[in-house]
């Protein structure tokens, strides 16, 4: 049940044209079945985690985006005393230029409503007290504080390592890198699960009509052709599941904000309406590729070999899935957009991450490199005997009120080109690489 006692629902539309009018009149019709209006201070939350050339499916479209605020102002019966869009996008870029990159700025202006950049916003301590949360407090943007109605407008995509990105993932862009950074490790679906405590949509509405497959920064284009609207964030997610074939309690900060009693994933449970049935949404979803991706197949067929072992001592988790493999990826990724043979041209290149328990096949000339305080080795390595001891984990340390800024991206791409123009041929990144 929703908190006003109400069925969540969740409705499927019909949508192979990102033409403004033909969005706007979808969502219009969506916000009046759901009777949803929006109220006082109104901030819809796009996906901008990277936009612009190489970016092209990564981002909810700005003529999606568009369509979702010119049908809030339709439905508006004077109780809205603000319109804004607000985000802090990935990656090393300053949010002002995702925006850009987006074609959010003339649109904004046009409609004449407001920016927020989260990066450049106050930000503010939120204490949380549930059970199970990762910290006591975290840090947001006060502007989130202040909101009445908020509006979340995913990208539909795939995640390598949190399997998919909806809803709620979308959460992760609420926080500047600072704190984004904190837990953004092993511990990656957790911290989606707790910034759930923060506010809760009262309107969703997912940009699924081109969707992204496969990849996060640089996903591939999907022609899903549906726009997905709902008012319960739990529910929602586990229709996007549905859609694609995999099961929600798959995906652990779907599990996590279901157990908390965030909303319902049991179709049962769920009012699933619109013009499109569920089946006939599957059956366009039926070759989306989503899933977690291990490093060791990503790079599987490359000249980048990679070994995983566990990231901590304690962790029931047997590989870092928010940390530094999938960041690495995501750093290839990018180089791959400048030269797609980027992993193939380069000389074999051996990569290790965690407590790695098997053999090391570098032949004499070829680099090692064991990346993470967590790495942790002991063998031979072209004849010699290495050793590499794991460094105690920083993160308990990590104290949202002094985090200092940092960037997973940049470090991680910059990690990689100084890496590559090494002359040793056994490296020990020995820090938290994130
Ligand atoms: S150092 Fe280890 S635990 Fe920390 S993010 Fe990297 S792989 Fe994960």
Redesign the pocket.
């Known amino acids: 049940m929703n908190t006003n006692g109400e069925r969540p629902q969740v409705l499927l539309r019909f949508c192979d044209t990102y033409h403004v009018p033909t969005v706007r009149t979808i969502i219009r019709d969506g916000l009046q079945q759901l009777k949803i209006r929006p109220f006082g201070r109104t901030l819809l939350k796009p996906n901008l985690v990277s936009s612009g050339n190489l970016f092209d499916h990564a981002y909810t479209r700005s003529e999606f985006t568009e369509g979702v605020l010119l049908a809030l102002r339709d439905v508006n019966d004077g109780r809205m005393t603000e319109l804004a869009v607000g985000e802090r996008s990935g990656i090393t870029i300053p949010t002002r230029y995702a925006f850009r990159g987006a074609g959010y700025d003339e649109m904004l202006r046009r409609l004449k409503v407001k920016r927020y950049c989260f990066d450049e916003e106050q930000q503010v301590e939120y204490v949380l007290q549930h059970a199970g949360r990762l910290r006591d407090y975290i840090f947001i943007p006060e502007v989130v504080t202040k909101t009445d109605c908020f509006i979340n407008c995913p990208k539909f995509k795939a995640h390598p390592w949190t399997t998919v990105t909806f809803s709620m993932k979308n959460y992760i862009g609420l926080q500047d890198d600072r704190h984004r950074l904190i837990d953004?490790?092993?511990h990656l679906n957790q911290k989606v699960a707790d910034l759930q405590y923060v506010i809760q949509p009262k309107f969703i509405a997912a940009d699924a009509i081109i969707a992204g497959q496969g990849r996060m920064l640089t996903p591939l284009p999907y022609d899903l052709k549906l726009i997905i609207m709902g008012n319960n964030q739990v529910a929602f997610d586990a229709v996007c599941c549905q859609i694609i074939g995999i099961s929600p309690l798959s995906v652990e900060h779907i599990r996590l904000a279901y157990e908390r009693g965030f909303g319902p994933i049991d179709l049962s449970q769920i009012d699933v309406t619109g013009a499109v049935s569920l089946e006939q949404a599957s059956e366009l979803g039926r070759n989306f590729r989503s899933g977690l991706i291990r490093v060791e197949d990503y790079f599987r067929d490359t000249n980048i070999k990679t070994y995983a072992g566990i990231?901590?001592e304690n962790?029931a988790c047997d590989y870092?899935w928010?940390?530094?493999?999938g960041?690495l990826e995501e750093a290839i990724e990018i180089l791959r957009q400048f030269d797609e043979e980027t992993d193939h041209k380069m000389p074999p290149l051996h990569l290790v991450?965690?407590a790695y328990k098997g053999p090391i096949d570098a032949r004499p000339g070829e680099k090692v490199i064991f990346?993470?305080?967590?790495?942790d080795w002991q063998g031979t390595i072209a004849g010699e005997s290495v050793v590499i001891k794991r460094l105690p984990?920083t993160?308990a340390k990590k104290d949202p009120y002094y985090a200092a800024h940092s960037d997973i991206y940049q470090k991680m791409v910059s990690v990689t080109f100084r890496l590559l123009q090494s002359k040793k041929k056994i490296i020990c990144v020995c820090?938290?690489?994130?």
Do not use: K, L, T
């Open positions: 953004h490790d092993q990231p901590g962790e870092c928010g940390g530094c493999p960041a991450f965690g990346i993470g305080n967590c790495a984990s993160r820090q938290d690489v994130r």
